[in-house]
Nanobody, 122 residues
Framework: QVQLVESGGGLVQAGGSLRLSCAASGRTFSGYGGGWFRQAPGKERGFVAAISWSGNIYYADSMKGRFTISRDDAKNKVYLQMNRLKPEDTAVYYC????????????????WGQGTQVTVSS
């Protein structure tokens, strides 16, 4: 079992930045792929970014150039640096972990955090 806890969300003005953290416990995170998803009110949970256990990185098209995913296996953490935030980035952001499967697929992830709210004001 892997437990995930997100932190770092909050209220920020458009154009600002936030850094989300995801702390893993229960097992070492180094053998898992990490991912970030988000869910806005009335919308489905959607893929944001992923990083494999070997360090391969993937982004949703709308996040490329603005968001950066990284991991620190020594600290059992995954991060999401979000820059040039837009009001449409407002959502609950979830951290997730997977052993294998398609990186952008919700169903590939076995473990999920509770989410952290990100609100971007215009």
């Amino acid at each position: 079992q892997v437990q995930l806890v997100e932190s770092g969300g909050g209220l920020v003005q458009a154009g600002g930045s936030l850094r989300l953290s995801c702390a893993a416990s229960g097992r070492t995170f180094s053998g898992y792929g990490g991912g970030w998803f988000r869910q806005a009110p009335g919308k489905e949970r959607g893929f944001v970014a992923a990083i494999s256990w070997s360090g391969n990185i993937y982004y949703a098209d709308s996040m490329k150039g603005r968001f950066t995913i990284s991991r620190d296996d020594a600290k059992n953490k995954v991060y999401l640096q979000m820059n040039r935030l837009k009001p449409e980035d407002t959502a609950v952001y979830y951290c997730a972990a997977r052993i294998d499967g398609i990186y952008y697929s919700f169903d590939s992830y076995q473990y999920w955090g509770q989410g952290t709210q990100v609100t971007v004001s215009s």
